[in-house]
């Protein structure tokens, strides 16, 4: 999925003892990322989606609307 990101968040279980595979993605302040789908159930991605932060990005013209806000 594209999402464009307006704070710094590390999105994904990361590593841990139970997981020592996991992945963390970090987003970047002011950019729009591919990120991987299974970050919707993420809990960080939820609330900072709720809060406004993160915006999914469906296609370009999202992403020139988003760049002017």
């Not at 590390?10 to 002011?30: F, H, Q, R, W, Y």
């Not at 789908?37 to 609330?47: E, G, H, I």
């Not at 406004?52 to 296609?59: A, E, H, P, T, Y």
Request: net charge negative; charged share 25%.
């Amino acid at each position: 999925m594209r999402i464009f990101s307006k704070k710094s968040f590390a999105l994904g279980e990361g590593v841990t003892k139970n997981n020592p595979d996991g992945v963390s993605i970090v987003t970047v302040p002011g950019t729009f990322q591919t990120v991987p789908d299974y970050l919707v159930n993420d809990p960080m991605f939820k609330a900072a989606k709720a809060e406004g932060s993160i915006l999914v990005v469906n296609d370009k013209n999202d992403e020139a609307k988003d760049e002017v806000t």
